[in-house]
T-cell receptor
Framework: NAGVTQTPKFQVLKTGQSMTLQCAQDMNHNSMYWYRQDPGMGLRLIYY???????DKGEVPNGYNVSRLNKREFSLRLESAAPSQTSVYFC????????????FGSGTQLSVL | GNSVTQMEGPVTLSEEAFLTINCTYT??????LFWYVQYPGEGLQLLLKATKADDKGSNKGFEATYRKETTSFHLEKGSVQVSDSAVYFCARSSGGTSYGKLTFGQGTILTVHP
């Protein structure tokens, strides 16, 4: 079982470049999330999608946009990357919005120079 | 607001040693509490959970008890193995309608030597 799949695993960008992080889940989950993980700070929620067709801001949404393309896919876009966005990004999913058991992808390590 | 504080790491132990990783949380609402584990090169996965005061979550020899009076959810294991080497995250839900929005601690790196 694939679970939650993220691409790419590693990416290096120059300041001002744009890119999209892809996430797909094959568990028929309704809700999907994007977190970033920074040293000493744990995981912080960027955006989430409670169900197909809806998206909402999390704790640190500035500089990001998301698209819930369909039930399976939830992408995160950086329009103009900044060094402060250097981080590890995790996508996660859950059966429903109020389900607190999250299933995580293996992460994307992003460096912005 | 909601927050979770974990003990500073890294923690280095010998195989079969006793493990405690401390975790405290802010006492707002009626949160559920979680421990997630991240093995090298992988995403986080749920290790155990407790949904109300005095509940004990357990899995793979790990235990944690929801202590409302001390706002704590410390992770313990009686005898660690090399395969337990990972990063451990304590987390709480918002309490009430949470929409899966967990608040995570900063993570504690555990290394177990043979």
């Amino acid at each position: 079982n694939a679970g939650v799949t993220q691409t790419p695993k590693f990416q290096v960008l120059k300041t001002g470049q744009s890119m999209t992080l892809q996430c797909a889940q094959d568990m028929n989950h309704n809700s999907m999330y994007w977190y970033r993980q920074d040293p000493g700070m744990g995981l912080r929620l960027i955006y989430y999608s409670a169900s197909e067709g809806t998206t909402d801001k999390g704790e640190v949404p500035n500089g990001y946009n998301v698209s819930r393309l369909n039930k399976r896919e939830f992408s995160l876009r950086l329009e103009s990357a900044a060094p402060s966005q250097t981080s590890v990004y995790f996508c996660a999913s859950s059966v429903r919005p109020d389900e607190e058991k999250l299933f995580f992808g293996s992460g994307t390590q992003l460096s912005v120079l | 607001g909601n927050s979770v504080t974990q003990m500073e790491g890294p923690v280095t132990l010998s195989e079969e040693a006793f493990l405690t990783i401390n975790c405290t949380y802010t006492a707002t609402g009626y949160p559920s509490l979680f421990w997630y584990v991240q093995y090298p090169g992988e995403g986080l996965q749920l290790l155990l959970k407790a949904t109300k005061a005095d509940d004990k979550g357990s899995n793979k020899g790990f235990e944690a008890t929801y202590r409302k009076e001390t706002t704590s959810f410390h992770l313990e294991k009686g005898s660690v193995q090399v395969s337990d080497s990972a990063v451990y995250f304590c987390a709480r839900s918002s309490g009430g309608t949470s929409y899966g929005k967990l608040t995570f601690g900063q993570g504690t790196i555990l290394t177990v030597h043979p």
